[in-house]
């Protein structure tokens, strides 16, 4: 019973980052795709802003997905990272090289640095899904089963190329609808409708994958395929079917906060469908729950360490979300910097 509890966790968290952290992924995906100096500079702008309060934060949901697949999965974990450790890593440069090209392309003063560090963040929220998404399919197929040596089959198959895509494909439709969300409140009527059209196409390409992979993996990774189309598994297809859809009406209407529910609810159904496919196994058809658990005391922890973040961190995180949403964390800009300066200097007592 704790096994199976600390699995649907550790389910939860990826869901929680691939729709927390695809948000940012996403917006990176957008920054690489807006064009040259000229064309792109709006887009970027809004992408410097509006990620720029809570783009770090996302990572706390990558270190409890490896403290609870560490420590109540060693099995997994030692498989997984043993058998794919190229992609993996690939994806871990790529989140370094994103961090320093978002952080750096800021303050450079010279245009071919702006360039440069833009350039390094953009293709890095690429290369960082897809890897990631390629490593599940790893799993997802059955090739990363335990003592599996690391070849590129176990992370170059039909199944794995096609969930990068389409964790590549997510990460641009969450973008861009926070993004359109966004527009709004950065008062930016021009980028709306720009960021909606993407967002439209994004769904429309992610829809195509979606039924593309459920006829790969009828044959490449049959036991997930049949986990999608019965049961639980089925009910959350269904849901994130439903979701597209008022996704879309959404978008066609006026993109608000109740077109960035309806986009998560996509991602994280589909996360979930995938997970409950699986079902026994953690490893199909190989690795169970049960057989790939830790100890029984350290599943215990694992509950008591859990039940402490959902008091303590859960709603500082969401409270961060919370004030961005509603501007109460705008950088402070030249202006106001003056401003704040001047008043000091003419206070009582300031010389």
């Not at 008062?187 to 390409?205: E, H, K, M, N, S």
């Not at 215990?300 to 500082?316: G, K, M, R, S």
């Amino acid at each position: 019973m704790s096994a199976d509890l600390i699995a649907v966790v550790l389910l939860l968290a990826v869901a929680a980052y691939t729709c927390a952290g695809g948000t940012d992924y996403g917006a990176g995906f957008w920054h690489l795709t807006a064009g040259g100096a000229e064309r792109g500079k709006r887009p970027r702008w809004l992408i410097d802003h509006a990620m720029a309060p809570v783009w770090e934060v996302n990572n706390v949901w990558l270190v409890f997905i490896l403290v609870i697949t560490w420590t109540g999965f060693p099995t997994l974990f030692q498989t997984v990272f043993s058998a794919m450790w190229l992609p993996l890593a690939l994806a871990a440069v790529g989140m370094v090289l994103r961090g320093a090209g978002f952080a750096f392309r800021k303050p450079a003063r010279r245009l071919a640095g702006r360039r440069l560090y833009g350039a390094v963040f953009a293709v890095a929220s690429l290369v960082t899904p897809f890897f990631l998404g390629a490593a599940i399919g790893g799993v997802a197929s059955g090739r990363a089963a335990p003592g599996t040596p690391a070849t590129a089959d176990v992370w170059a198959n039909p199944t794995s190329v096609l969930f990068g895509l389409l964790a590549v494909a997510t990460t641009a439709l969450l973008g861009a609808v926070f993004l359109a969300g966004d527009a709004r409140r950065f008062d930016a009527p021009d980028l709306i409708g720009y960021f909606r059209r993407r967002a439209l196409a994004a769904l429309a390409v992610l829809a195509v994958l979606a039924v593309i992979t459920l006829f790969v993996t009828h044959d490449d990774a049959p036991h997930v395929w049949h986990g999608l189309t019965h049961g639980v598994g089925l009910f959350f297809v269904v849901l994130a079917t439903v979701a597209a859809l008022a996704t879309a009406w959404l978008l066609l209407r006026t993109p608000g906060n109740w077109a960035r529910v309806t986009a998560v609810c996509v991602v994280a159904s589909a996360v979930i469908a995938w997970g409950m496919a699986q079902r026994p196994y953690l490893v199909p058809t190989s690795l169970t729950v049960a057989d790939g658990a830790g100890a029984p005391s350290t599943l215990t922890w694992l509950a008591v360490v859990t039940l402490v973040a959902v008091v303590i961190v859960f709603p500082a995180v969401g409270l961060l979300y919370w004030l961005d949403t509603h501007g109460e964390l705008e950088e402070l800009s030249d202006t106001d910097l003056r401003q704040d300066g001047a008043g000091r200097d003419s206070a009582p007592g300031s010389n």
